[in-house]
């Protein structure tokens, strides 16, 4: 029998007891529904809603069930509705009628709505600690790559001489905005919402702030409608959950075509690559590939959340039960995705030869080149058509700026001098850039101590 039957004459079709349940996920919520319920027990005795014999006779048989499942002891009931349900089943098979009256002054309405706060509150930490991981493989492969010089690429074309650090660096401040919108989404979690029951709280003289203090809350709810049909939280998550994929995304971008015989800047190491079942000359970035599908089916995670809530009325809606399965599978993905990519840059090797000899042919100091003529005297946009001049004559003769002879700088322009090749040269065109948040070593260094500094 159903705990809510009374009100019904007829038995569930078995249909719609299949349909309505939700155990076959949300018991990944088990810790967080028992512990939930041992500090609603304690509160309940302390406030003498219940006896405090009935409170301690609760909270320790809650404690066993809770070791019985990690034990493998206890398995769940698929049967159940619910892991509340089979929770509060489970106590009162072991304890009697006193296991009923844990259920006093609380609604399944805001126990799942504490048990998705719990939960999240726990991932979004998890979620955190392997950003941090990757930010420092990141971090650990820019301090060794400073002097790396590589081209800088705008609209996919060469542009600028930057360095393999400063590329991988913007990745990690990346990595830091997700970790700072992590933190924001957490402070919004953390409010406990027991205490709103159904909807419209309870005339029982429960101690809300004794409950959030049990479970690590540091807010509670203000609205107890709000309460209970709040799950923004949720896809606030969701959404720091897509914006790291999407940042993924495109670091899986990078690593597929600098994997690339066009490219060859990296070499992943062969147990983080794949073959081919028929071409046996190939090894295949997957693992990027894989990242960067998954990517959509995070998003599509945010979507059904936002489609979930958005023409729900005031207060809970059955529809809200929708809400689990897709931000359990966007943690699931996001959680993996970041572990394996951290284990697949560790090891990967980048091919600093070849970044160089690409950065050399790009003509990439060519601003550089311009601002040397500025520097003598002239307008940048004379400057700039001077230097186009010189592109041109370079692609015909098969030059760059660095081994132009300088006869052929004067035909195009007679404010050249033996100096320019100090201009051109590409590490200089870099280390020139000796600004706050370029591309100079001196100025990477100071980025990587100032990021070290955040993900320590």
């Known amino acids: 029998m159903k705990m809510w039957q009374g009100r019904f004459k007829k038995e569930e079709d078995e249909s719609v007891n299949d349909f309505n349940s939700s155990i076959s996920f949300d018991s990944r919520m088990y810790k967080q529904d028992i512990n939930g319920s041992i500090a609603h027990a304690k509160m309940l005795g302390k406030t003498g809603i219940i006896s405090k014999s009935e409170s301690e006779k609760i909270v320790f048989a809650l404690k066993e069930i809770l070791s019985d499942i990690e034990s493998g002891k206890l398995s769940f009931d698929e049967k159940a509705e619910d892991i509340h349900m089979f929770v509060e089943q489970v106590l009162t098979e072991r304890i009697g009628d006193d296991g009923k009256r844990l259920h006093t002054a609380r609604s399944r309405n805001d126990q799942v709505a504490l048990d998705t706060r719990m939960y999240l509150k726990d991932e979004i930490k998890s979620v955190k600690e392997k950003i941090f991981a990757l930010a420092k493989v990141i971090i650990k492969k820019a301090k060794t790559n400073t002097d790396t010089v590589m081209p800088g690429y705008t609209h996919m074309q060469r542009a600028q001489p930057v360095t393999l650090a400063h590329a991988l660096l913007a990745y990690a401040q990346m990595l830091k905005r997700d970790a700072s919108r992590l933190d924001d989404c957490f402070e919004r979690t953390d409010f406990l919402p027991l205490g709103a029951c159904a909807l419209a709280g309870t005339t029982y003289p429960i101690d809300r702030k004794f409950v959030a203090n049990e479970l690590g809350f540091e807010n509670i709810t203000e609205n107890s409608i709000d309460a209970v049909s709040d799950r923004d939280f949720v896809i606030e998550f969701a959404f720091c959950l897509s914006m790291i994929m999407m940042h993924l995304s495109r670091f899986s971008e990078e690593v597929i075509l600098w994997c690339s015989s066009e490219f060859k800047f990296m070499e992943l190491d062969d147990a983080f690559a794949t073959g081919s079942s028929i071409m046996p000359q190939k090894k295949n970035p997957d693992i990027a590939e894989l990242v960067r599908g998954k990517t959509g089916r995070v998003y599509g995670s945010l979507t059904t959340l936002l489609t979930v809530m958005k023409g729900l009325p005031l207060a809970y809606n059955k529809d809200m039960q929708e809400d689990k399965e897709a931000i359990f599978d966007a943690v699931d993905n996001v959680k993996l995705c970041l572990e394996i990519f951290a284990k697949m840059l560790d090891t990967a090797e980048f091919k600093a030869d070849n970044m160089k000899k690409a950065a050399g042919f790009g003509f990439i100091n060519a601003t550089d080149c311009a601002d040397y003529l500025v520097k003598k ?80």
Do not use: H, M, W
């Not at 003769?397 to 195009?412: G, I, Q, R």
């Not at 320019?420 to 001196?442: F, H, I, Q, W």
């Open 377 to 456: 005297g002239l307008p940048f946009r004379q400057a700039y058509k001077i230097v186009g001049e010189l592109v041109a004559v370079c692609i015909e003769k098969n030059y760059t700026f660095e081994n132009l002879p300088l006869e052929e700088y004067k035909a195009v322009s007679s404010a050249f001098e033996d100096d320019v090749y100090t201009y051109v040269d590409l590490n200089a065109c870099v280390n020139g850039r000796n600004v706050d948040g370029g591309p100079s070593k001196e100025a990477v260094e100071k980025q990587i101590k100032s990021l070290e500094a955040f993900f320590n």
